[in-house]
Nanobody
Framework: QVQLVESGGGLVQPGGSLRVSCAASGSIFKIISMGWYRQAPGKQRELVADITYGGTGNYADSVKGRFTISRDNAKNTVYLQMSSLKPEDMAVYYC??????????????WGQGTQVTVSS
């Protein structure tokens, strides 16, 4: 089994910055891609950014130029650096990972989510 644990969420003022992290552990052979999604109350979960094993990032238009995704393959960890935060960025942020396990299976795993609140 594979576990994803997010950390780093919290309260930040509009215009501020925050970094969230997600560490994967368990029977991991290789993490093909990792990503961050978010879900605000009453809205569907949406992709924020994802990143390939080689480090190529992909961003939602709403966060381009403000958020940066990165990963440390040795630590099986993905980061999301968020800057110039807006009230509309407020949501529960979830990470996911496309994992090939030691048993040769491939699955998407999700973290439990971390709350990001943008408010003055």
């Amino acid at each position: 089994q594979v576990q994803l644990v997010e950390s780093g969420g919290g309260l930040v003022q509009p215009g501020g910055s925050l970094r969230v992290s997600c560490a994967a552990s368990g029977s991991i052979f290789k993490i093909i891609s990792m990503g961050w999604y978010r879900q605000a109350p009453g809205k569907q979960r949406e992709l924020v950014a994802d990143i390939t094993y080689g480090g190529t990032g992909n961003y939602a238009d709403s966060v381009k130029g403000r958020f940066t995704i990165s990963r440390d393959n040795a630590k099986n960890t993905v980061y999301l650096q968020m800057s110039s935060l807006k009230p509309e960025d407020m949501a529960v942020y979830y990470c996911n990972a496309d994992v090939t396990t030691h048993w040769g299976t491939r699955r998407i795993f999700w973290g439990q989510g971390t709350q990001v609140t943008v408010s003055s």
